[in-house]
């Protein structure tokens, strides 16, 4: 595979940005964020070819990098909605409210975890095991910003300023 065919100038030179903070034998460490950035280049997911390209790029064996893609929740296998959203259910977010914040913009929506609506605007992701904001229940990530101590309405505003 020619990777150059399939991660443009701008992806590769972004990566080489990543892969210069590490020892020339360490390539594999630049992984995660050769992911995300070609994430953003793609429209918010990684086709299988991308995944590819990226292992020839590092000199990694491609199941190498599919395995790290598929074990990261940051990392979509699908196309997805504009926007991201994970609301934490785990248990200080659930003791506080967390399910029924899930509910509420299931409700609002109309998805589910995992889908996204049919505009394209929104992803809601699947259930997030804990995303480390346990003093903030409950709470959700837009777009990897984090919203603490949510209500219904407070939801409302944030999912009204997502274009």
Same mark, same amino acid.
């Given at each position: 595979m020619?990777?150059?065919?399939?991660?443009?100038?701008? $992806?590769?030179?972004?990566? !080489?940005?990543?892969?210069?903070h590490?020892?020339?034998?360490?390539?594999?460490?630049a992984?995660?964020?050769?992911?995300r950035i070609v994430?953003e280049a793609?429209? +918010?997911?990684i086709r299988?070819e991308?995944?590819?390209?990226?292992?020839?790029?590092? !000199?990694?064996?491609?199941?190498a990098?599919e395995?790290?893609a598929?074990?990261?929740?940051?990392?979509e296998?699908?196309?997805v +909605?504009r926007?991201?959203?994970?609301?934490?259910?785990? $248990?200080?977010?659930l003791l %506080?409210g +967390?399910?029924e914040?899930?509910?509420? &913009?299931?409700?609002?929506?109309?998805?589910?975890? +995992?889908?996204?609506?049919? !505009?394209g605007? &929104?992803?809601?992701k699947?259930?997030e095991? %804990?995303?480390a904001?346990?003093?903030?229940? /409950? *709470?959700? *990530?837009? !777009?990897?910003i984090?919203?603490e101590?949510?209500? /219904?309405?407070?939801?409302d505003?944030i999912?009204?300023?997502?274009?």
């Amino acid at each position: 595979m020619n990777e150059s065919s399939v991660l443009s100038p701008e $992806v590769r030179a972004e990566i !080489d940005r990543w892969v210069a903070h590490y020892p020339p034998e360490g390539k594999r460490s630049a992984l995660l964020a050769a992911l995300r950035i070609v994430q953003e280049a793609n429209g +918010g997911w990684i086709r299988p070819e991308l995944l590819e390209a990226i292992a020839h790029y590092l !000199d990694l064996p491609p199941v190498a990098v599919e395995e790290v893609a598929s074990f990261y929740s940051m990392y979509e296998s699908k196309p997805v +909605g504009r926007h991201s959203i994970s609301v934490c259910t785990n $248990v200080s977010c659930l003791l %506080c409210g +967390g399910e029924e914040i899930l509910a509420h &913009i299931e409700k609002r929506l109309g998805i589910r975890p +995992g889908q996204s609506t049919p !505009d394209g605007r &929104i992803y809601l992701k699947p259930e997030e095991e %804990c995303l480390a904001a346990c003093a903030g229940a /409950p *709470m959700m *990530m837009v !777009d990897h910003i984090y919203h603490e101590h949510l209500t /219904p309405e407070r939801v409302d505003e944030i999912l009204d300023s997502l274009r």
